[in-house]
């Protein structure tokens, strides 16, 4: 595909560039294509890219000892991942697997390290996205630690939740085998969670959208008590 200054603001970590800037670094970009479950990233390998993701989805996920998939987020087009081994050189500390066929441009070592260390704009927009990470990080640490799997799967959909034209959503709901990766549990397990809330109404299904109906009723199911 052919870039243009458009497709750069429409990147988080790029929007609002001066435009000598974002053509210069047209001329740097190249692009990669994924087929669905493909590896974007593997863990542990060394590699100094800074990646943005064009369309599709990636995930980021480890494996502990017994081979079971463990995901943290999810990458959505517009955001930027690569940074932490770009500015510190070390190995990849997650892979990255595309859930869906996705495009990816890539920016060289050499020039995103002068975009995020001397353009004052970038630098300060990703000071507060990792900030940001690491909040979330820590929110799933605190989630994993939850006691029972159903708390666990209750926990990450408070999390998903949005305030959209006077309705409490979840506006593009997790597959189960998504909501398993990230509440260390099974599908068949998120599968009965699920379904209990919408027996009791607590939530009810629209599509891909999950409309929460007794938003303090599934607070109360996420405790650990």
């Known amino acids: 595909m052919k870039?243009?200054?458009?497709?750069?603001?429409?990147m988080q970590l790029l929007e609002g560039l001066d435009p000598i800037i974002q053509n210069a670094l047209l001329t740097h970009f190249h692009t990669r294509t994924?087929?669905?479950n493909e590896s974007v990233v593997q863990k542990g390998l060394a590699s100094a890219e800074l990646y943005?993701?064009?369309?599709?989805?990636?995930?980021v996920v480890d494996f502990i000892q017994n081979g079971r998939e463990i995901g943290f987020v999810f990458v959505n087009p517009g955001m930027h991942f690569g940074e932490l081994s770009l500015i510190d050189g070390r190995p990849r500390s997650a892979s990255i697997i595309a859930t869906e066929p996705s495009i990816v441009i890539v920016l060289p070592k050499k020039e995103a390290q002068q975009l995020i260390f001397s353009v004052p704009h970038v630098s300060k927009k990703l000071l507060?996205?990792?900030t940001d990470t690491i909040r979330k990080d820590n929110e799933h640490i605190l989630l994993l630690g939850s006691g029972s799997a159903y708390c666990r799967i209750y926990k990450l959909l408070l999390q998903q939740i949005e305030?959209?034209?006077?309705?409490?959503?979840?506006?593009?709901?997790?597959?189960?085998?998504?909501?398993?990766?990230?509440?260390?549990?099974?599908?068949e397990t998120v599968s009965r969670a699920i379904s209990q809330l919408q027996e009791t109404?607590?939530?009810?299904?629209?599509?891909k959208r999950l409309i929460v109906q007794k938003l303090d009723a599934l607070k109360h199911l996420s405790l650990d008590v």
């Open 3 to 10: 870039l243009q200054t458009t497709d750069l603001d429409k």
């Open 34 to 36: 994924y087929a669905k």
């Open 52 to 59: 943005f993701l064009v369309s599709g989805r990636l995930k």
């Open 128 to 130: 507060l996205q990792l």
């Open 163 to 187: 305030s959209v034209g006077g309705e409490t959503i979840i506006e593009r709901v997790l597959t189960q085998h998504e909501m398993a990766i990230m509440t260390n549990t099974t599908r």
């Open 201 to 207: 109404g607590v939530v009810r299904k629209e599509g």
